[in-house]
């Protein structure tokens, strides 16, 4: 069965700085996809960044970058720059290429301070 | 915009009651979810349909069902509500078939249980 961790239930960044936020997971999959999705307070969740398993070229998207690792099955978010609107709760999810379902690692609480 | 609507954002019902939450997409996806959310155990799939009539059972369908009788509409019924079905409750779409889809989230249906 596929499995996604976060690890870091928590973390915090000062604004403008850069942090990280670790994913790995577990597939004996071939074709699948990763994402990052945000909910900040507000509680509506949106996609941050995606990226298809066969692409090597890591997913960018503005302040967002991601550090795809396929055989270390890793995927960690990057956010540069942050800002005080990055406030949010983080998930990264996986699914496979022939399945309609996501399966969520637990989230992590990012905080970003002034 | 894609556009995911919760009819309710909280709701307080008594145990036993039934209950229905109600979801509406305006941009014609087949997939339309139902999760679950809870401190500690991030978003659980409780039912997706595929298609009009058509349901699937997620992680934790146990206490819930659901309806979609149009394409754009897609409910979750507890039956007979108990404290436990305290929670967040997220309606989500996406368009259909390939994986990698955004999938787009409502705002959240907050559902106590007294």
């Known amino acids: 069965a596929q499995t996604v961790t976060q690890s870091q239930p928590e973390m915090s960044v000062q604004e403008a700085e850069t942090v990280t936020l670790s994913c790995t997971y577990d597939?004996?999959?071939?074709?699948?996809?990763l994402f990052w999705y945000k909910q900040p307070p507000s509680r509506q969740m949106i996609l941050v960044i995606r990226q298809e398993a066969y692409k090597q070229q890591n997913a960018t998207e503005n302040r967002f970058s991601v550090n795809f690792q396929k055989a270390a099955k890793s995927f960690s978010l990057k956010i540069s720059d942050s800002q005080l609107g990055d406030t949010a709760m983080y998930f990264c999810?996986?699914?496979?290429?022939?399945?309609?379902?996501?399966?969520w690692g637990l989230g992590t609480s990012l905080a970003v301070n002034p | 915009d894609v556009k995911v609507t919760q009819s309710s954002r909280y709701l307080v019902k008594r145990t036993g009651e039934k209950v229905f939450l109600e979801c509406v997409q305006d941009?014609?996806?087949?997939?339309m979810f139902w999760y679950r959310q809870d401190p500690g155990l991030g978003l659980r799939l409780i039912y997706f349909s595929y298609d009009v009539k058509m349901k699937e059972k997620g992680d934790i369908p146990e206490g819930y069902s659901v309806s979609r009788e149009k394409k754009e509409r897609f409910s979750l019924i507890l039956e007979s509500a108990s404290t436990n079905q305290t929670s967040m409750y997220l309606c989500a779409s996406s368009f259909p078939g390939a994986s990698g889809n955004t999938i787009y989230f409502g705002e959240g249906s907050w559902l106590t249980v007294v």
């Open positions: 999810a996986f699914q496979a290429g022939n399945n309609r379902k996501l399966i």
């Open positions: 941009m014609d996806h087949e997939n």
């Open positions: 597939t004996s999959e071939n074709n699948y996809y």
